[in-house]
């Protein structure tokens, strides 16, 4: 049995170290009976599973006052740590919590494994992770259940290995004979709560205890069953173990995924970027919608052996063409530009342009053979009125950086310098002027402190001078608006780019110790529907930090932080830039399905259009992977379409979760479910009881066994309980109060939690989600069942009925796929009060033309009736004249469609419409 053996002879296994945290002294060890334990600030001793145990939030420490780990202890060859632990941390707000850290070990829970790393005597290290992307105990919900849990690790240099054992049953175990044969170092001061941001935890601990042996798995049960009694570990080990209890896991289980939450193929894609692009489901715009374009930021890197120089001008086509974006000139004009794309570009001038450049990629060279390799604001050979100096001449920071006060003329050769790069590898062959540009920025860190800005008198006699009544903090923010500006008017002092709109990376309104202040920051950008917008960095990586942060891995936490002080300017839309993660293993990053959720509640919080980012680290991989990516924000958008008018003229609702890091003062503008792994947004319309409520499922492991695909919930909206369903890819739903009636229904019911190439070939279409109406009225209604309370939505039927002699439209696209060469016509329909009465069927073909966006070209195809009768829900597919099935044949690769309705009486109620592709 290797290390797991019945020490069979040892019944009395006395700790070294042990504390229970009861009588009158709770940090005295009962073991020597020295206070060995102290505590940076208060501590407080509550009930827990075994007596009392010691409580102490983030703020303060718990450290032992001497070595624990010694040679002399025994402590360094042979250990065994067992204790009984509460995390006090929710999933959306817990980055890494601190278990033991000192110079012997570091062991810590995070978000995606338990990390346990052990320093050798030998200066070696190593670091073992077990990972929590499983069920059970490897799922990181369940150390968030708030009860206290039983915890040993086990160190074994004569065996050389490691264990790990959680409420009596071993997670783990790990042999590496080259390193963990060495003893461990003798440790300092050891750390069982640190004040550390990157190891704070809340957390209670109870019944500590360091042995110097090996527990057999029987003594190791034995305390956890008795902890579970209300009993104190005890030093006596009684009976045999056996070697059938279940309380060994021999062996550890792989992370489980959903082999359809990834591209076919996976992890070698069985199709090309472009083609999958071609393929997915279309992301449905309402027609003649003025939603802003999305912005391509996505670094496309091919292995060698591909032809990118092909198609990436295929895939930046088929963005502005089918989703939404603009077309894409050059992603670094810095970089040669392929001729390909110049042209192109020449050739669809109804798409608008948009070239992205980076300021960190200016090159002195480009115009001074002699200069460094590096832009100005980064030279170190500047005069020393650039830096941020002492009045001793001394740089401040340790080396030289930007000073608030410096001069602008570096600034102006950098935006000169890119701008030549745009003359250079673009304008000289392009025959039209750019619309956007995308600004990579990343030249200036994070605000300085007030005491470094004071400790320069150039700073301070600048500011002295011209902004004497101002903090340091609008001073530095205005001057480095400045400086950006004249960046920009050099940069922009072209006639193809003097009325492009003008993004830069990171212009958002989040805390000050990372930010400038963007009361000044924000006017960077242009006004677009009198507003500024800002450009967050919402990157949730790893996909378990969802709604927190951890350093510049930001996420809805750090973005709602941020809205709170633009939507406090006026600014109620933003443009963020965001991404998934950057590994080149797919396994890593965010999942489609939670990620169209997320998209969609940062949209219902004012996200109107994206700078759509991905690139892997390091390792080039092939696109076709990851170019799922690109169509996420056009999913969202097209749900966006739709609620428009909520859109403009509302505002998000703070909701009732506020931010715990700022003693609950900012609105994270999401309401309580009762469970964290569920977001809900609610955007209301100013002068109306409409509502947009956006719904969804956001686990923190990938496993789907982990949390379920759908789930009911209830929020209190202002003052009623709303009860629905939500989805992991999201649910959005209108809820109004309008002419005496209560409709709830949802917008984007055919969206799927996989990836897009698995979604359905069929086009479902709610009847209440329509495109327009001609020659009469449309009204939709809501119906529940007869006992559901108020605000129970958690069964409905949303449907329309139409004025006799209207018609109703539904546009939709076939891809380029086989399945849509023909589809067959179902309609979900019943007669009010019963009767009978004709559904009028009319196909058009070639609606709408993306050269011309805004004409609409019906051009008559097909007619058909269909025979309604009936009180009760049916589906209908027979034409009542042929008798035979409604097929529509002959489509052509995105061309529009419309499909209008036309009933023959005011009494036909439309639920749902099918087109079932290929049949």
């Known amino acids: 049995m290797g290390l797991v053996q019945l020490l069979s002879a040892q019944k009395n296994v006395k700790p070294v170290y042990y504390w229970s945290f009861n009588g009158s002294n709770p940090l005295t060890d009962s073991i020597d009976n020295k206070n060995l334990l102290s505590v940076n600030g208060t501590a407080n001793y509550v009930n827990s599973m075994v007596g009392k145990a010691i409580d102490i939030d983030n703020s303060n420490s718990l450290t032992s006052n001497k070595s624990l780990f010694t040679t002399q202890n025994g402590l360094c060859q042979k250990v065994s740590i067992a204790f009984l632990y509460q995390v006090n941390l929710s999933p959306d707000n817990i980055n890494s919590s601190s278990l033991i850290n000192n110079n012997s070990f570091q062991m810590g829970l995070y978000t995606q494994n338990i990390r346990w790393k052990t320093f050798h005597k030998d200066k070696s290290a190593h670091t073992w992770e077990i990972s929590l992307d499983s069920v059970g105990r490897y799922n990181l ?27 009596g049953m071993l997670l783990a175990e790990v042999k590496d004979l080259a390193i963990l044969k060495m003893p461990l170092s003798e440790s300092g001061v050891t750390y069982l709560q640190h004040t550390q941001e990157s190891s704070k935890n809340h957390g209670k601990w109870d019944e500590i205890a360091f042995y110097n042996v090996i527990l057999s798995p029987n003594h190791i049960r034995k305390q956890w069953i008795e902890a579970q009694q209300g009993k104190a570990f005890s030093f006596v080990e009684t ?34 970027a472009i083609q999958q692009l071609q393929n997915y489901p279309s992301p449905r715009f309402k027609p003649f919608h003025q939603v802003h374009r999305n912005v391509n930021s996505m670094v496309l890197r091919y292995p060698k052996n591909m032809n990118a120089e092909q198609e990436v001008p295929q895939i930046y086509l088929e963005l502005a063409k089918n989703w939404n974006y603009y077309l894409t000139v050059m992603q670094n004009i810095a970089f040669a530009t392929p001729q390909i794309q110049i042209q192109q570009a020449n050739d669809n001038p109804w798409f608008p342009l948009m070239i992205s450049s ?143 709109a003008y993004f830069y990376y990171e212009i958002d309104g989040e805390r000050p110790s990372n930010r400038y202040k963007y009361e000044y920051t924000r006017k960077i950008h242009p006004l677009l529907r009198n507003t ?20 510049w891995r930001n996420g809805w936490n750090y973005s709602m932080i941020a809205r709170s002080v633009e939507l406090n300017l006026g600014d109620k839309w933003f443009c963020p830039f965001i991404t998934t993660g950057f590994s080149a293993n797919e396994e890593k990053n965010m999942r489609p399905g939670r990620w169209l959720g997320l998209i ?268 309604i009768s009936g009180s009760e829900w049916k589906w209908y597919t027979i034409d009542s004249k042929t008798k035979a099935a409604i097929i529509f044949k002959g489509f052509q690769a995105d061309t529009p469609q419309t499909l209008w309705l036309a009933p023959s009486s005011d009494k036909i109620e439309i639920d749902e419409i099918v087109l079932e592709a290929g049949r």
């Open 141 to 167: 919900n369940y150390y968030l259940d708030k009860r206290c849990h039983h915890w040993v690790f086990i160190f074994d240099s004569e065996k050389g290995a490691k264990q790990l054992w959680i409420d």
């Open 239 to 272: 009976g045999n173990f056996d070697a059938n209890n279940p309380a060994i896991l021999k062996n550890v289980p792989s992370p489980k995924y959903d082999i359809k939450e990834f591209v076919p193929g996976h992890p070698n894609a069985s199709s090309s």
């Open 358 to 500: 980076g300021w960190g990629f200016v090159n002195q060279r480009e115009q001074n053979p002699m200069g460094e390799k590096v832009p100005y604001i980064k030279s170190a050979k500047l005069p020393k009125s650039h830096y941020l100096a002492d009045k001793n001449g001394q740089f401040l920071m340790g080396r030289k950086t930007w000073s608030p006060a410096s001069p602008l003329d570096s600034i102006q050769k950098d935006g000169d310098i890119q701008r030549s790069y745009f003359e250079k590898n673009i304008a000289k062959t392009l025959k039209r002027p750019i619309d956007l540009i995308n600004e990579n920025g990343e030249v200036f860190g994070h605000p300085y402190k007030d005491s470094i800005l004071m400790q320069d008198p150039n700073v301070v006699k600048d500011k002295q001078i011209h902004f004497p009544k101002w903090d340091w903090y609008s001073y530095q923010s205005y001057r480095r608006y400045q400086a950006d500006s004249t960046y920009k008017a050099a940069y922009l002092n072209h006639p193809l780019l003097k009325n492009a």
């Open 532 to 551: 500024y917008y800002a450009t967050h960095s919402f990157y949730p990586i790893p996909h378990a930090l969802w709604a927190t942060t951890s350093g």
């Open 600 to 867: 969609k509640a940062l949209s219902a919080t004012g996200a109107e259009f994206y700078h759509n980012f991905f690139y892997t680290e390091k390792n080039v991989s092939n696109p076709a992977n990851y170019i799922w990516n690109g169509i996420t924000p056009s999913y969202v958008q097209g749900i966006l379409s739709r609620y428009t008018d909520v859109f403009w003229q509302g505002n998000v609702l703070e909701g009732d979760v506020k931010n715990p890091e700022n003693g609950s003062k900012t609105p994270l503008y999401r309401f309580w479910t009762g469970n964290p792994n569920h977001l809900v947004v609610v955007r209301k319309h100013n002068t109306k009881e409409k509502y947009v409520i956006v719904g969804t499922i956001q686990p923190t492991q990938l496993s789907p066994d982990a949390t379920p695909r759908t789930d009911m919930v209830s929020i209190s909206l202002n003052g009623e309980t709303l009860t629905f369903e939500i989805r992991q890819q999201g649910s959005t739903y209108i809820y109004e109060k309008t002419e005496g009636r209560t409709l709830f229904y949802q917008l984007d019911k055919w969206h799927q939690y996989e990836h897009p190439a698995w979604w359905s070939k069929n086009i479902a279409m709610e009847a209440e989600v329509l495109d327009s109406v001609a020659n009469g009225k449309v009204t939709i209604y809501t119906e529940r069942p007869p006992k559901a309370g108020t605000g129970d939505f958690s069964a409905f039927t949303s449907y329309i009925s139409a004025d006799k002699g209207a018609k109703v439209a539904y546009f939709f696209q076939p891809r380029n796929i086989p399945e849509h060469s023909q589809f067959s016509l179902k309609v979900r329909a019943r007669v009010k009060e019963g009767g009978n009465a004709n559904l009028g069927i009319t196909f058009d073909a070639n609606s709408l033309d993306y050269k011309q966006p805004n004409i609409y070209t019906g051009k008559k195809a097909q007619s058909n009736d269909i025979a």
